[in-house]
């Protein structure tokens, strides 16, 4: 079957700019993750959904971050302010319940 | 503070050798254990996972941990050039992953 998608696969924003990011996990996962990953880094954690509710948020840096998924499938990822420091890939990955994470392909975030 | 210790690499082995790829971790309540590799620009793609202490294997691939040294290694038989890649360790308590920075392999024909 199909596995995660993200779209888009890359970004280029400016400084101070809103932007969104999608994740469709893969079909029947209950269970929904945002990562981001910087340059020589590994992932890094960011938020978590089981079902629609975000189960747990501890990662997000701030208050400019911000998730949603309405209906308990499709995910978007929203940064409001675009700031430099938020350049880097943002990997969704998605399982069925709490086993084992399937990645997406991320989307590449560039702020100028 | 949850970390997950790897040699960042590169670790450089020839073909058909033994690559041996260790991580450590410091949250005793890890739960589960991951080794996700990663081609340059790629996502992470899972290897394999372990839960229980002593070996895991499937195929060329060997995962060993050890719960009480905090400790979990991978071992890749019979290397090809195309294992070259970032490996990555990963540890789950409840529902998030906490990743290493990764150790590169390079495999040499």
């Known amino acids: 079957g199909a596995g995660v998608s993200q779209t888009p696969s890359n970004k280029v924003t400016e400084k101070g700019k809103y932007v969104e990011l999608r994740c469709d996990p893969i079909s029947g996962h209950t269970a929904l993750y945002w990562y981001r990953q910087s340059l020589g880094q590994g992932p890094e954690f960011l938020i978590y959904f089981q079902g629609t509710g975000a189960a747990d948020d501890s990662g997000l840096p701030n208050d400019r971050f911000f998730a949603v998924r309405p209906e308990g499938s499709v995910s978007t990822l929203k940064i409001q302010r675009t700031e430099r420091g938020d350049s880097a890939v943002y990997l969704c990955?998605?399982?069925?319940?709490?086993?084992?994470?399937?990645f997406g392909p991320g989307t590449r975030l560039t702020v100028l | 503070q949850k970390e997950v210790e790897q040699n960042s690499g590169p670790l450089s082995v020839p073909e058909g050798a033994i690559a041996s790829l260790n991580c450590t971790y410091s949250?005793?309540?890890?739960?589960?254990f991951f080794w996700y590799r990663q081609y340059s620009g790629k996502s992470p793609e899972l290897i394999m996972f372990?839960?229980?202490?002593g070996d895991k294997e499937d195929g060329r691939f060997t995962a060993q941990l050890n719960k009480a040294s905090q400790y979990v290694s991978l071992l890749i038989r019979d290397s090809q050039p195309s294992d070259s890649a970032t490996y990555l360790c990963?540890?789950?308590?409840?529902?998030?992953?906490?990743f290493g920075k990764g150790t590169m392999l390079l495999v040499s024909p």
């Open positions: 949250d005793r309540g890890s739960q589960s």
């Open positions: 372990i839960y229980s202490n």
């Open positions: 990963a540890v789950r308590r409840y529902s998030t992953l906490t």
């Open positions: 990955a998605s399982s069925r319940g709490m086993h084992t994470q399937y």
